[in-house]
């Protein structure tokens, strides 16, 4: 079993709707999440990022962790057809040897206008 | 700005071809990182670096070995390239710490033929 699921989608919503995206985990040792972005044949671009359970918010985006129940959620409110892309949440479980990131494998969504 | 740079962005190799992969940073990153992202697949770790010439294995390092002779330079050597390692590379960087941004480069689409 993979330790972070991510429905890949696609997911199609019209302009202005609320689009909510979503991971699950099981490793219990990530301490950070975040959330990036990808836009076709480009590399990720960091979203959001949080490292405690609640909720964060950046303009029309907010981040949502619930570590009891292993759980992120990505909302975008109002959303806009310049937000059609892949979606990846991403965890780090810190060690000895370094921070590297554990991958969902990313939800595309398609925003219409 | 942070900048991470893929030596190619497009490549084709035959098959058995001895492939190099250069990644460079300019922001003194202490982590370096190599994915390979596969449709339906996501983004999976191949290698990671948190050191000069330190490095660790991802979740699917077979056929594949590096180098990080310098800080700023990651390599990724295919030593006899295969059809199943066609995809999209790609590299990142982030700083020392696991709650800070890591870059990712433009990629690299690799076909082996």
């Known amino acids: 079993q993979k330790e972070v699921e991510q429905d890949p989608g696609p997911l199609s919503v019209p302009e202005g709707a609320i689009v909510s995206l979503n991971c699950t985990y099981s490793n219990s040792a990530f301490q950070y999440f975040m959330w990036y972005r990808q836009y076709s044949r480009k590399g990720p671009e960091l979203l959001m990022y949080?490292?405690?359970?609640g909720n964060k918010e950046d303009g029309r985006f907010t981040a949502q962790v619930d570590k009891s129940s292993k759980y992120i959620s990505l909302f975008i409110r109002d959303s806009q057809p310049s937000d059609s892309a892949t979606y990846l949440c991403a965890m780090i479980a810190p060690s000895n040897s370094g921070y590297a990131l554990n991958f969902g494998k990313g939800t595309s969504l398609l925003v219409t206008p | 700005d942070v900048k991470v740079t893929q030596s190619s962005r497009y490549l084709v190799k035959r098959t058995g071809e001895k492939v190099f992969l250069e990644c460079v940073q300019d922001?003194?990153?202490?982590?370096m990182f190599w994915y390979r992202q596969d449709p339906g697949l996501g983004l999976r770790l191949i290698y990671f670096?948190?050191?000069?010439?330190?490095?660790e294995k991802g979740d699917i390092p077979e056929g594949y070995s590096v180098s990080r002779e310098k800080k700023e330079r990651f390599s990724l050597i295919l030593e006899s390239a295969s059809t199943n390692q066609t995809s999209m590379y790609l590299c990142?960087?982030?700083?020392?710490?696991?709650?800070?941004?890591?870059?990712f480069g433009q990629g690299t689409r690799l076909t082996v033929v």
């Open positions: 670096s948190y050191d000069v010439k330190m490095k």
């Open positions: 922001m003194d990153h202490e982590n």
């Open positions: 949080t490292y405690s359970s």
């Open positions: 990142a960087s982030s700083s020392g710490g696991g709650n800070t941004e890591a870059f």
